[in-house]
């Protein structure tokens, strides 16, 4: 009986020490006991797969058959369209139409001084729509040659006579509703004061157009007046810019603020939003150029005169919250206008829509940089 009792303690201390032995040994990560000849094996660490986000791809529309990239913005648009001529329409800018009709449907939005500290303002556009686009006024002669570096079709209500020496010299197709070669294009809302309330509509101005036998669509020898980055491109080097007040004069202060989700410049205007009359919308860039000019009075009504014929002068380029100094020449007799980086190469912008203000030069300190 002994012996028995002897034999179960022993036999349940062996399977006890081994069992002690198995959670030892198996402390240790990978380590595997064979049980039957006690050899020790190390098996190969497990793989563990990285965990990591899935993020689409993202693939650009490479279908383009009947489009084309923008003269104007660089962005896709179609045939019909692209290859159109341009609108070049006077915008009156005093403080009673403030907030214009059609205007956010410009490409190129370009603002100068006039007479009596006032700006005016110039559309160059290949697609207005609607029945309500202005008020327009007349014409200044800077602004004739700026519309013929489009070979646009100028759209006005009446002109300065250096405007009328100037449409002769550059011959550039114009409509005027002060006159009997635009007044079917025009009409008048009375419930706005004269002069300010010279309108005129999509299919007015095609009405004008064809009374005037005006060509509609580009030649195939035209050479587009910029250079766009295929994509959005970020300025290296540049000058943060979060504000840019253009101070022409105590009675307009224009200034653009930045808006870093969409990466574009708001207008405002008369100590409020600028914004188109008829979407509600407020006017907005991506790209914005300051060029200065050399400016000054033609004769004793202030009417303004600037070097434009053959000319060169610097600026400022700016976009997505940065800026940068260019340069920019001009030969009116060839209806020729370049813009270049510091280095001396053709500006390149980034596709959208683009806001110029040609500026004096002898107030370069009246355009403010906020950043």
Known sequence: MKKIMCFILLSFSVVFLFGCKKEKLNVNDGVIIDYEDYKVTSSPAPTIEPITEEIPEVIEDTNHDGEMRSYFTGQWVPETIGLKRPYAIVFNN???????????????????????????????????????????????HYFVSIADEYDAIYIHFGETKYATAKFKELDVDDLDGASGSGDASFYRDDSIHAPHNAFTSAKGILKGIEKKGFETEYSEDYEPHFSF??????????????????????????????????????????????????????????????????????????????????????GYYITNGQMVPITWKKKEATSWMRYYNEVGEELTINPGKTFISVFPNNRIEDVVIEN
């Not at 139409?97 to 110039?122: C, F, H, M, P, W």
């Not at 006017?283 to 014929?309: P, S």
């Open 94 to 140: 005093y403080k009673v139409v403030s907030n214009q009709s059609g205007i956010e449907e410009t490409d190129i939005l370009y603002e100068a001084l006039v007479e009596g500290g006032i700006t005016r303002l110039l559309g160059i556009g290949q697609n207005f729509t609607g029945d309500r686009i202005g008020s327009s006024r007349s014409a200044r």
């Open 229 to 314: 980055y295929q994509v959005d491109t970020d300025l290296l080097d540049g000058t943060p810019v979060n504000k840019v007040k253009l101070e022409y004069s105590s009675y307009i202060s224009p200034s653009f603020v930045y808006n870093t989700t969409d990466k574009l410049y708001y207008r405002y205007q008369f100590g409020a939003v600028h914004k188109d009359l008829v979407t509600g919308n407020q006017l907005a860039f991506k790209n914005i150029i300051v060029q200065f000019v050399k400016e000054w009075n033609i004769d004793k009504n202030g009417y303004q005169t600037m070097d434009f014929e053959d000319a060169s002068g610097s």
